[in-house]
Protein backbone atom coordinates (compact mmCIF):
# COMPACT_ATOMS: atom_id res chain seq x y z
CA UNK A 1 0.00 0.00 0.00
CA UNK A 2 2.85 2.65 -0.22
CA UNK A 3 1.97 5.37 -2.28
CA UNK A 4 4.55 6.77 -4.96
CA UNK A 5 3.79 10.77 -4.54
CA UNK A 6 3.56 13.35 -1.75
CA UNK A 7 0.56 15.28 -1.91
CA UNK A 8 -2.37 13.28 -0.34
CA UNK A 9 -5.83 12.86 -1.81
CA UNK A 10 -9.60 13.17 0.57
CA UNK A 11 -12.69 12.10 -0.63
CA UNK A 12 -16.54 12.54 0.46
CA UNK A 13 -18.23 9.60 1.13
CA UNK A 14 -22.12 9.90 0.22
CA UNK A 15 -24.50 8.03 -1.92
CA UNK A 16 -22.03 6.59 -4.65
CA UNK A 17 -19.78 5.47 -2.20
CA UNK A 18 -21.44 3.50 0.56
CA UNK A 19 -20.18 -0.21 0.19
CA UNK A 20 -17.27 -1.83 1.71
CA UNK A 21 -16.41 -2.52 -2.09
CA UNK A 22 -16.50 0.77 -3.01
CA UNK A 23 -14.54 2.07 -0.30
CA UNK A 24 -11.98 -0.59 -0.87
CA UNK A 25 -11.79 0.54 -4.03
CA UNK A 26 -11.41 3.84 -3.41
CA UNK A 27 -8.54 3.25 -1.32
CA UNK A 28 -7.04 1.36 -3.89
CA UNK A 29 -7.21 4.04 -5.92
CA UNK A 30 -5.52 6.47 -3.65
CA UNK A 31 -7.51 7.52 -1.07
CA UNK A 32 -5.76 8.70 2.12
CA UNK A 33 -8.79 10.36 4.23
CA UNK A 34 -11.63 9.75 4.31
CA UNK A 35 -14.89 12.81 4.47
CA UNK A 36 -17.77 12.68 5.89
CA UNK A 37 -20.51 15.52 5.46
CA UNK A 38 -22.45 15.93 7.95
CA UNK A 39 -24.68 18.74 5.42
CA UNK A 40 -26.31 15.62 4.12
CA UNK A 41 -27.20 11.61 5.52
CA UNK A 42 -28.13 9.88 7.92
CA UNK A 43 -26.07 9.13 11.54
CA UNK A 44 -27.07 5.47 10.24
CA UNK A 45 -25.16 6.01 7.08
CA UNK A 46 -22.22 7.47 8.48
CA UNK A 47 -21.39 4.62 11.25
CA UNK A 48 -21.82 2.10 8.22
CA UNK A 49 -19.34 3.87 6.58
CA UNK A 50 -16.84 4.43 9.20
CA UNK A 51 -16.66 0.45 10.30
CA UNK A 52 -16.27 -0.35 6.77
CA UNK A 53 -13.08 1.58 6.67
CA UNK A 54 -11.64 0.95 10.09
CA UNK A 55 -12.10 -2.85 8.72
CA UNK A 56 -10.52 -2.42 5.67
CA UNK A 57 -7.58 -0.45 7.45
CA UNK A 58 -6.75 -3.40 9.23
CA UNK A 59 -7.09 -5.90 5.86
CA UNK A 60 -5.19 -3.60 3.92
CA UNK A 61 -2.60 -2.79 6.91
CA UNK A 62 -2.60 0.88 6.54
CA UNK A 63 -3.66 4.12 8.41
CA UNK A 64 -6.78 5.79 7.06
CA UNK A 65 -8.17 8.97 8.45
CA UNK A 66 -11.57 9.71 9.02
CA UNK A 67 -12.55 13.33 8.77
CA UNK A 68 -16.15 14.75 10.20
CA UNK A 69 -17.14 18.03 8.28
CA UNK A 70 -19.46 19.90 10.55
CA UNK A 71 -22.29 21.49 8.74
CA UNK A 72 -22.23 25.08 10.77
CA UNK A 73 -24.75 28.05 10.89
CA UNK A 74 -26.65 27.63 7.35
CA UNK A 75 -28.96 31.10 6.50
CA UNK A 76 -31.58 30.61 4.85
CA UNK A 77 -34.49 31.78 3.40
CA UNK A 78 -38.13 30.44 4.23
CA UNK A 79 -40.64 29.19 1.41
CA UNK A 80 -42.87 30.49 -1.55
CA UNK A 81 -46.81 30.54 -2.01
CA UNK A 82 -45.79 28.94 -5.52
CA UNK A 83 -42.53 27.06 -4.79
CA UNK A 84 -40.43 29.83 -6.34
CA UNK A 85 -40.32 33.38 -7.88
CA UNK A 86 -38.50 35.06 -10.85
CA UNK A 87 -36.94 38.63 -10.11
CA UNK A 88 -35.89 40.82 -12.39
CA UNK A 89 -33.02 43.78 -11.82
CA UNK A 90 -34.52 46.86 -10.57
CA UNK A 91 -37.16 45.39 -8.78
CA UNK A 92 -38.04 45.91 -5.07
CA UNK A 93 -37.73 42.91 -2.92
CA UNK A 94 -38.19 42.40 0.97
CA UNK A 95 -36.88 39.92 3.35
CA UNK A 96 -38.68 39.92 6.92
CA UNK A 97 -39.28 37.80 9.65
CA UNK A 98 -43.22 36.94 9.42
CA UNK A 99 -43.59 33.84 9.67
CA UNK A 100 -45.83 33.21 6.12
CA UNK A 101 -45.31 31.97 2.51
CA UNK A 102 -42.95 33.93 0.38
CA UNK A 103 -44.47 35.63 -3.05
CA UNK A 104 -43.15 37.92 -5.45
CA UNK A 105 -42.34 41.24 -3.47
CA UNK A 106 -41.25 39.29 0.16
CA UNK A 107 -40.17 35.90 1.56
CA UNK A 108 -39.43 35.13 5.51
CA UNK A 109 -35.60 35.58 6.59
CA UNK A 110 -35.20 33.77 9.80
CA UNK A 111 -32.40 34.98 10.66
CA UNK A 112 -32.17 38.55 13.20
CA UNK A 113 -28.34 38.29 13.22
CA UNK A 114 -28.19 39.75 9.63
CA UNK A 115 -31.24 42.43 10.40
CA UNK A 116 -28.57 43.14 13.12
CA UNK A 117 -25.49 43.51 10.44
CA UNK A 118 -27.77 44.57 7.47
CA UNK A 119 -26.94 48.29 6.73
CA UNK A 120 -28.01 50.79 3.83
CA UNK A 121 -26.03 49.87 0.11
CA UNK A 122 -24.38 46.48 1.37
CA UNK A 123 -25.26 43.35 -1.00
CA UNK A 124 -26.99 40.44 0.34
CA UNK A 125 -26.34 37.25 -2.15
CA UNK A 126 -28.80 34.77 -2.70
CA UNK A 127 -28.69 31.17 -4.18
CA UNK A 128 -24.74 30.71 -4.16
CA UNK A 129 -24.79 34.55 -5.55
CA UNK A 130 -27.03 33.93 -8.24
CA UNK A 131 -29.01 36.54 -7.13
CA UNK A 132 -27.51 39.78 -5.73
CA UNK A 133 -29.31 42.08 -3.82
CA UNK A 134 -28.87 45.80 -2.52
CA UNK A 135 -30.01 46.51 0.69
CA UNK A 136 -32.25 49.90 0.38
CA UNK A 137 -33.36 50.81 3.96
CA UNK A 138 -33.18 48.45 7.94
CA UNK A 139 -35.56 48.01 9.95
CA UNK A 140 -35.78 45.83 13.50
CA UNK A 141 -38.25 43.45 11.24
CA UNK A 142 -37.50 43.93 7.31
CA UNK A 143 -34.94 44.25 5.26
CA UNK A 144 -35.92 46.23 1.48
CA UNK A 145 -33.70 45.92 -1.35
CA UNK A 146 -33.38 46.24 -5.09
CA UNK A 147 -32.93 43.17 -7.43
CA UNK A 148 -29.08 43.70 -8.79
CA UNK A 149 -28.85 40.51 -10.33
CA UNK A 150 -32.32 38.76 -10.56
CA UNK A 151 -33.14 35.16 -11.69
CA UNK A 152 -35.25 32.26 -10.95
CA UNK A 153 -35.39 32.07 -6.78
CA UNK A 154 -36.98 28.83 -4.99
CA UNK A 155 -37.51 27.69 -1.56
CA UNK A 156 -34.53 27.42 1.31
CA UNK A 157 -31.99 28.90 -0.79
CA UNK A 158 -28.60 29.92 1.34
CA UNK A 159 -28.08 33.96 2.07
CA UNK A 160 -24.60 35.15 1.73
CA UNK A 161 -23.74 38.42 3.92
CA UNK A 162 -20.01 39.62 2.35
CA UNK A 163 -17.51 41.37 4.25
CA UNK A 164 -19.60 40.97 7.57
CA UNK A 165 -18.87 39.56 11.26
CA UNK A 166 -21.63 38.11 11.94
CA UNK A 167 -23.10 37.57 15.26
CA UNK A 168 -23.23 33.89 15.30
CA UNK A 169 -21.54 30.80 16.37
CA UNK A 170 -19.42 28.69 14.30
CA UNK A 171 -21.20 25.15 16.04
CA UNK A 172 -25.13 24.96 15.88
CA UNK A 173 -26.70 22.71 18.22
CA UNK A 174 -27.07 20.31 15.46
CA UNK A 175 -23.31 20.77 14.88
CA UNK A 176 -22.58 20.16 18.64
CA UNK A 177 -25.10 16.63 17.97
CA UNK A 178 -22.87 15.62 14.91
CA UNK A 179 -20.03 16.71 16.77
CA UNK A 180 -20.38 13.66 19.74
CA UNK A 181 -21.58 11.64 17.47
CA UNK A 182 -18.46 12.09 15.15
CA UNK A 183 -16.30 11.59 18.65
CA UNK A 184 -18.00 8.94 19.64
CA UNK A 185 -17.36 7.12 16.15
CA UNK A 186 -13.69 7.75 16.61
CA UNK A 187 -13.26 10.51 13.53
CA UNK A 188 -9.60 11.77 13.51
CA UNK A 189 -10.31 14.90 12.07
CA UNK A 190 -13.23 17.52 12.55
CA UNK A 191 -13.74 20.19 9.87
CA UNK A 192 -14.80 23.20 11.25
CA UNK A 193 -17.21 25.03 8.92
CA UNK A 194 -18.35 28.80 9.00
CA UNK A 195 -15.28 30.05 11.06
CA UNK A 196 -15.36 33.92 11.51
CA UNK A 197 -13.07 34.38 14.30
CA UNK A 198 -10.35 32.70 16.68
CA UNK A 199 -12.74 32.12 19.58
CA UNK A 200 -14.83 29.79 17.05
CA UNK A 201 -12.01 27.63 16.98
CA UNK A 202 -11.71 28.29 20.70
CA UNK A 203 -15.36 26.81 21.70
CA UNK A 204 -14.67 23.60 19.29
CA UNK A 205 -11.41 22.66 20.85
CA UNK A 206 -13.00 23.19 24.61
CA UNK A 207 -15.59 20.89 23.27
CA UNK A 208 -13.40 18.39 21.27
CA UNK A 209 -11.05 18.00 24.41
CA UNK A 210 -8.06 16.44 22.11
CA UNK A 211 -10.27 13.40 21.29
CA UNK A 212 -9.85 14.45 17.67
CA UNK A 213 -7.42 17.01 15.49
CA UNK A 214 -8.97 20.30 14.33
CA UNK A 215 -9.38 21.51 10.60
CA UNK A 216 -10.76 25.07 9.84
CA UNK A 217 -12.22 25.41 7.12
CA UNK A 218 -11.43 29.33 5.49
CA UNK A 219 -14.64 29.93 3.35
CA UNK A 220 -15.83 33.18 5.52
CA UNK A 221 -13.80 36.65 4.25
CA UNK A 222 -13.70 37.55 7.75
CA UNK A 223 -11.39 35.21 8.50
CA UNK A 224 -9.08 35.95 6.51
CA UNK A 225 -8.65 38.94 8.33
CA UNK A 226 -7.12 36.81 11.51
CA UNK A 227 -5.16 34.48 9.82
CA UNK A 228 -2.16 34.43 11.68
CA UNK A 229 -4.24 33.94 15.09
CA UNK A 230 -6.35 30.79 13.64
CA UNK A 231 -3.35 29.36 12.53
CA UNK A 232 -2.03 29.09 15.77
CA UNK A 233 -5.31 27.52 16.96
CA UNK A 234 -5.78 24.98 14.29
CA UNK A 235 -3.87 22.15 13.52
CA UNK A 236 -4.75 21.97 9.70
CA UNK A 237 -6.72 24.08 7.08
CA UNK A 238 -8.41 23.84 4.12
CA UNK A 239 -9.05 26.27 1.48
CA UNK A 240 -13.27 26.56 0.78
CA UNK A 241 -13.00 27.54 -2.97
CA UNK A 242 -16.50 27.53 -3.50
CA UNK A 243 -17.61 29.40 -0.52
CA UNK A 244 -14.71 32.16 -0.65
CA UNK A 245 -15.81 32.37 -4.27
CA UNK A 246 -19.23 33.39 -3.01
CA UNK A 247 -18.30 35.99 -0.97
CA UNK A 248 -15.20 37.42 -2.63
CA UNK A 249 -14.90 38.17 -6.19
CA UNK A 250 -13.77 35.02 -7.85
CA UNK A 251 -10.65 36.62 -9.22
CA UNK A 252 -9.47 37.18 -5.95
CA UNK A 253 -9.27 33.03 -4.59
CA UNK A 254 -6.23 32.11 -6.47
CA UNK A 255 -4.16 34.77 -4.94
CA UNK A 256 -6.37 33.96 -1.95
CA UNK A 257 -5.09 30.07 -1.90
CA UNK A 258 -1.64 30.50 -2.60
CA UNK A 259 -1.48 33.31 0.04
CA UNK A 260 -2.58 30.54 2.17
CA UNK A 261 -0.86 27.97 1.16
CA UNK A 262 2.03 29.45 1.62
CA UNK A 263 1.38 30.47 5.22
CA UNK A 264 0.55 26.60 6.09
CA UNK A 265 3.63 25.84 4.91
CA UNK A 266 5.15 28.08 6.84
CA UNK A 267 3.42 27.20 10.71
CA UNK A 268 4.03 23.65 9.61
CA UNK A 269 -0.01 23.12 9.51
CA UNK A 270 -1.52 20.70 6.52
CA UNK A 271 -3.63 22.67 4.08
CA UNK A 272 -6.26 20.96 1.94
CA UNK A 273 -7.36 22.56 -1.70
CA UNK A 274 -10.76 22.06 -2.00
CA UNK A 275 -14.06 22.43 -4.13
CA UNK A 276 -15.00 21.68 -7.59
CA UNK A 277 -11.24 20.22 -8.64
CA UNK A 278 -12.76 17.82 -10.88
CA UNK A 279 -16.41 18.87 -11.22
CA UNK A 280 -16.89 17.99 -14.64
CA UNK A 281 -16.30 14.06 -13.54
CA UNK A 282 -19.61 13.79 -11.74
CA UNK A 283 -20.97 13.03 -14.95
CA UNK A 284 -18.11 12.91 -17.14
CA UNK A 285 -15.19 9.83 -17.15
CA UNK A 286 -12.45 12.69 -17.96
CA UNK A 287 -12.03 16.67 -16.26
CA UNK A 288 -11.31 19.39 -18.31
CA UNK A 289 -7.80 20.45 -19.10
CA UNK A 290 -8.51 23.25 -17.16
CA UNK A 291 -9.66 21.08 -14.28
CA UNK A 292 -6.54 19.07 -14.35
CA UNK A 293 -4.32 21.91 -14.21
CA UNK A 294 -5.98 23.10 -11.37
CA UNK A 295 -5.56 20.08 -9.61
CA UNK A 296 -1.78 20.53 -10.70
CA UNK A 297 -1.38 23.82 -9.37
CA UNK A 298 -2.22 23.23 -5.72
CA UNK A 299 0.31 20.45 -6.12
CA UNK A 300 2.77 22.84 -7.66
CA UNK A 301 1.89 25.21 -4.89
CA UNK A 302 3.09 22.34 -2.23
CA UNK A 303 -0.54 21.82 -0.74
CA UNK A 304 -0.70 19.10 1.23
CA UNK A 305 -3.79 17.31 -0.01
CA UNK A 306 -6.47 18.11 -2.56
CA UNK A 307 -10.10 16.96 -2.15
CA UNK A 308 -13.13 15.70 -4.41
CA UNK A 309 -16.53 16.32 -2.85
CA UNK A 310 -19.33 15.40 -4.94
CA UNK A 311 -17.49 14.15 -7.98
CA UNK A 312 -17.08 10.50 -4.97
CA UNK A 313 -20.48 11.60 -2.85
CA UNK A 314 -22.37 11.81 -5.60
CA UNK A 315 -20.71 11.26 -8.83
CA UNK A 316 -21.12 8.57 -11.72
CA UNK A 317 -16.93 8.07 -11.64
CA UNK A 318 -16.26 8.31 -8.27
CA UNK A 319 -13.35 5.42 -8.71
CA UNK A 320 -12.10 7.09 -12.01
CA UNK A 321 -12.09 10.75 -10.39
CA UNK A 322 -9.48 9.12 -7.62
CA UNK A 323 -7.66 7.51 -10.22
CA UNK A 324 -7.52 10.58 -12.40
CA UNK A 325 -6.89 12.90 -9.25
CA UNK A 326 -3.90 10.29 -8.55
CA UNK A 327 -2.43 10.23 -11.78
CA UNK A 328 -2.09 14.43 -12.47
CA UNK A 329 -0.56 13.82 -9.00
CA UNK A 330 2.07 11.81 -9.82
CA UNK A 331 2.22 13.85 -13.57
CA UNK A 332 2.86 16.81 -11.55
CA UNK A 333 5.91 15.79 -9.02
CA UNK A 334 7.38 13.92 -11.86
CA UNK A 335 8.06 17.44 -13.13
CA UNK A 336 11.89 18.78 -12.90
CA UNK A 337 9.99 22.15 -12.01
CA UNK A 338 8.34 21.07 -9.13
CA UNK A 339 11.02 20.07 -7.29
CA UNK A 340 12.71 23.05 -7.96
CA UNK A 341 9.56 25.15 -6.67
CA UNK A 342 9.05 22.78 -3.35
CA UNK A 343 13.09 23.55 -2.31
CA UNK A 344 12.85 27.47 -3.38
CA UNK A 345 10.08 27.63 -0.87
CA UNK A 346 12.53 26.63 2.38
CA UNK A 347 10.97 28.53 5.78
CA UNK A 348 13.52 30.38 8.40
CA UNK A 349 13.93 27.64 11.13
CA UNK A 350 13.07 28.09 14.28
CA UNK A 351 15.79 28.06 16.93
CA UNK A 352 14.47 25.12 18.59
CA UNK A 353 16.44 21.43 18.94
CA UNK A 354 13.48 19.67 17.38
CA UNK A 355 13.33 22.09 14.19
CA UNK A 356 17.16 22.23 13.60
CA UNK A 357 17.22 18.00 14.11
CA UNK A 358 14.65 17.89 11.07
CA UNK A 359 16.38 20.46 9.29
CA UNK A 360 19.17 18.11 9.65
CA UNK A 361 17.78 15.32 8.14
CA UNK A 362 16.51 16.59 5.06
CA UNK A 363 19.62 17.54 4.73
CA UNK A 364 21.81 14.57 5.91
CA UNK A 365 19.32 12.43 3.52
CA UNK A 366 20.17 14.46 0.50
CA UNK A 367 23.84 14.51 1.24
CA UNK A 368 23.92 10.08 1.98
CA UNK A 369 21.84 9.57 -0.65
CA UNK A 370 19.18 8.25 2.44
CA UNK A 371 16.01 6.60 0.76
CA UNK A 372 13.71 7.62 3.52
CA UNK A 373 13.63 9.81 6.43
CA UNK A 374 12.26 7.42 9.46
CA UNK A 375 10.46 9.36 12.27
CA UNK A 376 9.95 7.93 15.70
CA UNK A 377 7.00 10.16 17.26
CA UNK A 378 4.26 9.70 20.00
CA UNK A 379 2.24 13.58 19.02
CA UNK A 380 3.21 13.65 15.05
CA UNK A 381 4.69 16.86 15.94
CA UNK A 382 8.05 15.37 14.85
CA UNK A 383 6.49 14.11 11.42
CA UNK A 384 5.07 17.65 10.78
CA UNK A 385 8.32 19.15 10.97
CA UNK A 386 9.87 17.21 9.04
CA UNK A 387 7.44 17.22 5.63
CA UNK A 388 7.52 20.83 6.83
CA UNK A 389 11.05 20.71 5.50
CA UNK A 390 9.85 19.10 2.24
CA UNK A 391 12.63 16.63 1.37
CA UNK A 392 13.27 14.99 -1.77
CA UNK A 393 12.89 11.65 0.26
CA UNK A 394 9.66 9.67 1.45
CA UNK A 395 8.73 10.38 5.74
CA UNK A 396 8.42 7.33 7.35
CA UNK A 397 5.90 7.93 10.35
CA UNK A 398 6.71 5.36 13.13
CA UNK A 399 4.75 5.83 15.97
CA UNK A 400 2.79 3.94 18.75
CA UNK A 401 0.12 5.72 18.54
CA UNK A 402 -2.95 5.01 16.46
CA UNK A 403 -4.44 8.30 16.21
CA UNK A 404 -1.48 9.75 15.49
CA UNK A 405 -0.84 7.33 12.68
CA UNK A 406 -4.10 8.14 10.97
CA UNK A 407 -4.06 11.87 11.47
CA UNK A 408 -0.18 11.84 9.49
CA UNK A 409 -2.65 10.61 6.39
CA UNK A 410 -3.60 14.26 5.88
CA UNK A 411 0.04 15.55 5.59
CA UNK A 412 2.84 16.06 2.86
CA UNK A 413 5.14 12.82 2.01
CA UNK A 414 4.41 11.16 4.79
CA UNK A 415 3.62 7.45 5.31
CA UNK A 416 2.29 6.11 8.74
CA UNK A 417 3.35 2.65 10.31
CA UNK A 418 1.87 1.96 14.24
CA UNK A 419 3.36 -0.04 16.12
CA UNK A 420 3.67 -1.24 20.06
CA UNK A 421 5.54 1.32 22.35
CA UNK A 422 9.38 0.93 22.27
CA UNK A 423 11.29 1.75 25.32
CA UNK A 424 14.89 1.48 23.94
CA UNK A 425 16.57 3.95 21.27
CA UNK A 426 18.46 1.00 20.23
CA UNK A 427 15.13 -0.80 19.51
CA UNK A 428 13.35 2.03 17.61
CA UNK A 429 16.26 1.88 15.07
CA UNK A 430 15.97 -1.95 14.44
CA UNK A 431 12.44 -1.79 13.85
CA UNK A 432 13.21 1.82 11.91
CA UNK A 433 15.58 -0.27 9.71
CA UNK A 434 12.85 -3.55 9.49
CA UNK A 435 10.00 -1.40 8.44
CA UNK A 436 11.65 0.63 5.93
CA UNK A 437 12.83 -2.62 4.34
CA UNK A 438 9.66 -4.56 4.88
CA UNK A 439 7.17 -1.46 3.92
CA UNK A 440 9.47 -1.34 0.37
CA UNK A 441 10.98 2.05 0.87
CA UNK A 442 14.42 0.77 1.31
CA UNK A 443 16.82 -2.84 0.71
CA UNK A 444 20.15 -3.78 0.97
CA UNK A 445 22.72 -1.58 1.16
CA UNK A 446 20.44 1.20 1.14
CA UNK A 447 20.94 4.46 4.14
CA UNK A 448 17.86 5.56 5.98
CA UNK A 449 17.83 8.76 8.13
CA UNK A 450 16.34 8.18 11.24
CA UNK A 451 15.13 10.50 14.33
CA UNK A 452 13.87 10.27 17.21
CA UNK A 453 13.39 11.84 21.00
CA UNK A 454 15.59 9.96 24.33
CA UNK A 455 14.27 9.62 27.02
CA UNK A 456 11.52 7.51 24.48
CA UNK A 457 8.13 8.42 24.47
CA UNK A 458 8.50 11.69 25.35
CA UNK A 459 5.84 14.35 23.09
CA UNK A 460 7.88 17.15 21.58
CA UNK A 461 11.27 15.48 22.84
CA UNK A 462 12.78 15.20 19.45
CA UNK A 463 16.74 15.35 19.86
CA UNK A 464 18.57 12.14 18.02
CA UNK A 465 19.59 11.63 14.49
CA UNK A 466 21.17 8.71 12.80
CA UNK A 467 22.14 7.22 9.80
CA UNK A 468 21.49 3.83 9.32
CA UNK A 469 22.29 1.33 6.55
CA UNK A 470 20.29 -1.73 5.95
CA UNK A 471 22.58 -4.99 6.03
Not at 143 to 170: E, Q
Request: glycine share 6%; proline share 4%.
Amino acid sequence: MRRYRNTKIVATLGPSTRTKRQIRALIMAGVDVFRLNFSHGEHSDKKSRVTAIRELEKELDRPVAIMADLQGPKLRIGEFKDGAIELAPGENFSLDLKEQLGSKSRVQLPHTEIFDAAEADMELLLDDGRIRLRVQKVSKSVIDTKVVTGGRLSARKGVNVPGVTLGLSALSEKDKSDLEFALGLGCDWIALSFVQRPSDVKEARKLIADRAAVLIKLEKPAAIDHLEELMTLTDAVMVARGDLGVELPPEKVPGLQKKIVKLCRKWGKPVVVATQMLDSMVHSPSPTRAEASDVATAVYDSADAVMLSAETAAGEYPIESVDMMNRIILEAEGDEAYQASTTSKQNVVEPTVSDAITLAARQVAETVNANCIVTYTTSGSTTLRAARERPTVPILCVTSSLSTARRMAIAWGIHSVHIDQEERFSTVVKRAVDIAETQGFASSGDHIVITAGVPMGKSGSTNVLRIERIP
